[in-house]
């Protein structure tokens, strides 16, 4: 593994309306893992909903993974407490940042709540900026990035739903989507 004071830090957005964003970002988290970075994931959305991902990285010590929030959102009935459950994912992130303690910091779904307005997008971009260690790769997933998000990303990927088989009917499959 390159020394910290050896490496630049990425910055890495997956966004859109495809599936696959926080697939690619977990991809990222254990390949990085494997090379004995330690990562932290935060999830913003999925509250206690169990998933392979989360399983998995239990059976690595240098993973560290908060599964947060109050799960799928999107049909809210109480926006203001999506906004403060947010708000406090957040500032736990910013903690995690600044602590200098890991190498890759996932901020699953993140981009969810700017789309949704919970958190600024400028306000992101704004720590990122000014606080993430040069070393630190970060990445953000979910859809509707903010464009300030994107303006300040290394790479800046865009899934793109070509079909999906809940389309047909065809719920989601535990290995697979979970």
Not at 63 to 74: M, S
Request: proline share 2%.
């Amino acid at each position: 593994m390159k020394d910290r004071n050896r490496r630049q830090g990425l910055i890495v957005v997956n966004t859109g309306e495809g599936k696959g964003k926080s697939s690619s970002a977990f991809g990222m988290a254990f390949r990085a893992a494997g090379w004995g970075m330690k990562v932290c994931v935060i999830q913003f959305i999925k509250g206690q909903w169990q998933t392979g991902e989360q399983k998995a990285a239990q059976r690595f010590d240098n993973i560290e993974w908060h599964a947060l929030g109050d799960g799928f959102t999107w049909d809210t009935k109480n926006p203001e407490q999506d906004i403060k459950t947010s708000r406090e994912i957040w500032e736990l992130s910013k903690q995690k940042i600044l602590s200098e303690e890991f190498d890759v910091v996932v901020l699953d779904e993140i981009n969810y709540c700017c789309g949704y307005h919970w958190i600024n997008g400028e306000e992101i971009a704004e720590f990122i900026g000014q606080h993430r260690p040069r070393w630190m790769h970060l990445i953000l997933t979910g859809r509707n990035a903010a464009p300030e998000v994107i303006a300040i990303a290394d790479t800046v990927t865009e899934m793109t739903m070509v079909k999906h088989a809940y389309q047909r009917g065809i719920k989601a499959e535990q290995g697979i989507e979970f």
